[in-house]
Structure formats: structure tokens, C-alpha cells
């Protein structure tokens, strides 16, 4: 079964710096990778989807990497600001036991910009 | 265009009763996945609908079940809730099912059970 990990649980940053958060998983053999960002009680905003094939994807500040022969992912984000302080949470998509195809999260984490 | 949307955006019930979700896809977007997130467990497949048919479930009970109309709308229905139950029900479409697709997730309703 496709297991999905993201460490650090959480961090803080003063304002400005710059930051890697890292995502791992166990089987390989998957179809994409989204990264995804949560705030307290809400939903999950799509930051970047990379496709198996790919190795990085960029928008704006945020630029993810995909390693998938190592089973790992970084999100780097630039010069953090206030507003980015959310729940990040990794997920990958691939083949489960029964053949079906479905969506494997992380468990987050969470990042404190500090002004 | 709208986004996903879902209702009722924050629900109490008592155990043992039931209740009904509602989640409304992007327009022309023919996939819906439901999910439930607790801080325990984190977020969890609950299954996936295309086509008003379910094509995709995760692993559990069968008091967990939904459905899909015409129009893409979906429902998600829990029987004699538990207060395990409690939880943020996310749903996210997408118009692709076998394609390698990206997810768009609605707001959540959060439910809490007493």
C-alpha cells in the first residue's frame, strides 16, 4: 500500500527566508504528485501537480521537484511571507492493491511565517 | 467559473441518526471524490464517482455511501453515525477520471456528531 510521509510536522520561519518541505513515498510506480495547501478549517487549493514524467513544476514563488525513483518530492517556497502560513500537504496518485486508482495524502505540515 | 461547492458548510447531529452531503462539481467536470479528514487519521479516500457510477472505493463501512446524478452533482450519506464520525467531509472533482488529472477541492463540511 502506497504510504506517504512529510517531515517536518511543522516549522517556523521568520519572514523572507527561504524553505524546502520535503515528501516522500514508498511505491514508485505513481501517475502524479500534488502538492496542496490548506488553511485552519478549510478546504485544499492546488498549488502544483506534476505529472510522472516530470521532474519540476513552477508558479510564482513555489517550485516543486519530483524524484520518482527515490520516492520523494520538495516543495521550495521563496521568500516566505505571513500569508503562506498554512497546512501544506503532498499527495500522490496511484494504483492501490485492488488495481483501482486513487489519491494517497501526507499528513501535512504545518508552516509559521513569522513577521 | 464557480468552484466546487458543498453544503451544508457545518452540521451537528446525535449519534445514531443519519445524514446527507451535497457537493457540487466544477461545470463540465464529470469526476467527484469524497474524502474525510480527522486529526487522527488525516485525510482518507471514501470513494470516487464518474458518470453517476462508483467506480472507486476506499476502505470504509458500508454505513458510508453516495451517489451521483445526471448533472455530476454527488451526495455522500452516512447511517447511525458514530462519534468517530466527527470530521471535515471534503469532496474535489475533476473532468478526466483515467487520466492523469489534477483535483479541485471544494470547502468541506464539517460535521460533528454528539
Known amino acids: 500500500k502506497q504510504e506517504v510521509t512529510q517531515i517536518p510536522a511543522a516549522l517556523s520561519v521568520p519572514e523572507g527566508e527561504n524553505l524546502v518541505l520535503n515528501c516522500s513515498f514508498t511505491d514508485s510506480a505513481i501517475y502524479n504528485l500534488q502538492w496542496f495547501r490548506q488553511d485552519p478549517g478549510k478546504g485544499l487549493t492546488s498549488l502544483l501537480l506534476?505529472?510522472?514524467?516530470?521532474r519540476e513544476q513552477t508558479s510564482g514563488r513555489l517550485n516543486a521537484s519530483l524524484d520518482k525513483s527515490s520516492g520523494r518530492s520538495t516543495l521550495y517556497i521563496a521568500a516566505s511571507q505571513p500569508g503562506d502560513s498554512a497546512t501544506y500537504l503532498c499527495a500522490v496518485r496511484s494504483r492501490t492493491q485492488t488495481g483501482a486508482n486513487n489519491l494517497f495524502f501526507g499528513t501535512g505540515t504545518r508552516l509559521t511565517v513569522i513577521p | 467559473k464557480a468552484g466546487v461547492t458543498q453544503t451544508p458548510r457545518y452540521l451537528i447531529k446525535t449519534r445514531g441518526q443519519q445524514v446527507t452531503l451535497s457537493c457540487s462539481p466544477i461545470s463540465g467536470h464529470r469526476s467527484v471524490s469524497w474524502y474525510q479528514q480527522t486529526p487522527g487519521q488525516g485525510l482518507q479516500f471514501l470513494f470516487e464517482?464518474?458518470?453517476?457510477?462508483?467506480?472507486n472505493k476506499g476502505n470504509f463501512p458500508g454505513r458510508f455511501s453516495g451517489r451521483q446524478f445526471s448533472n455530476s452533482r454527488s451526495e455522500m450519506n452516512v447511517s447511525t453515525l458514530e462519534l468517530g464520525d466527527s470530521a471535515l467531509y471534503l469532496c474535489?472533482?475533476?473532468?478526466?477520471?483515467?487520466?492523469?488529472?489534477?483535483?479541485?477541492f471544494g470547502p468541506g463540511t464539517r460535521l460533528t456528531v454528539t
Open positions: 474535489a472533482s475533476s473532468p478526466y477520471r483515467d487520466s492523469p488529472y489534477e483535483q479541485y
Open positions: 464517482y464518474f458518470s453517476e457510477t462508483q467506480r
Open positions: 506534476i505529472q510522472s514524467s516530470q
